[in-house]
């Protein structure tokens, strides 16, 4: 149990951090190359970080190895396609998703566990 809890903090440990960088990394692009310039992604050594922005604020993010080419399409695909089709349209979800909780919704999470897997 100690192990598992462990685990989850570092999983929430590392959305805040993902967070983070992609707020600083998306506030200094906007500083330096005006409102119009986008942040889509950025690369280390280890990983390459995808990102893409609704324009209702709403942020998906996607972690490939380095050698991945641009997923901002795929991150499109996901929030029209199932973010839209089982989260915004689901009468039973909450409007909100208040203190980062997340959302929990089975059909969402199938949805893009088969869409990714096809990606593969």
Request: glycine residues 8%; charged residues 25%.
């Amino acid at each position: 149990q100690q192990l598992r809890r462990a685990h989850t903090n570092s999983a929430k440990d590392d959305a805040k951090l993902i967070f983070g960088t992609v707020f600083s990394l998306r506030n200094m692009v906007r500083k330096l190359g005006g409102d119009d310039d986008a942040f889509i992604s950025y690369r280390t050594s280890g990983y390459k970080l995808h990102y893409y922005e609704t324009p209702s604020n709403l942020r998906f993010v996607m972690l490939t190895d380095t050698a991945t080419l641009s997923m901002r399409n795929v991150l499109h695909q996901i929030y029209i396609n199932l973010w839209v089709e089982y989260v915004v349209k689901n009468p039973l979800a909450p409007a909100e998703h208040k203190g980062g909780e997340g959302v929990k919704n089975e059909l969402f999470e199938l949805g893009l566990d088969q869409f990714i897997r096809g990606l593969m």
